[in-house]
Nanobody
């Protein structure tokens, strides 16, 4: 059984940076794409980024393009989300999850119903 654990969240000032990690245990991430989602208070969960099985293809929400970078280290069984130039509107709980086989980042990367094995989330707060 795959288990995903997010870490790296915290309180940061606007313009700051954080790197989130999504560490897997139980089995390898090498055969699945992984996505990051976030949920702000009172809002629905939204897709942030997705990385393909091999790590070579990525997808980003328009709101984070140019600021966030997703990467996948199959050797470490971990996916990262580097977040730069953070804004207050980036505040929320960030989750990682595994995209089910048969679906792709490009086609389904932000459809939460196509994911499973969700982590417990890590809180990111951007505030001065």
């Amino acid at each position: 059984q795959l288990r995903l654990v997010e870490s790296g969240g915290g309180l940061v000032q606007p313009g700051g940076s954080l790197r989130l990690s999504c560490a897997a245990s139980g089995r390898s991430l090498a055969n699945n794409a992984i996505g990051w989602f976030r949920q702000a208070p009172g809002k629905e969960r939204e897709g942030v980024s997705c990385v393909s099985i091999g790590g070579g293809r990525t997808k980003y929400a328009e709101s984070v393009k140019g600021r966030f970078t997703i990467s996948k280290d199959n050797a470490k069984n971990t996916v990262y989300l580097q977040m730069n130039s953070l804004k207050p509107e980036d505040t929320g709980v960030y989750y990682c999850a595994q995209l089910r086989l048969g679906y792709t980042c490009s086609g389904n990367g932000f459809e939460s119903s196509k994911y499973d094995f969700w982590g417990q989330g890590t809180q990111v707060t951007v505030s001065s």
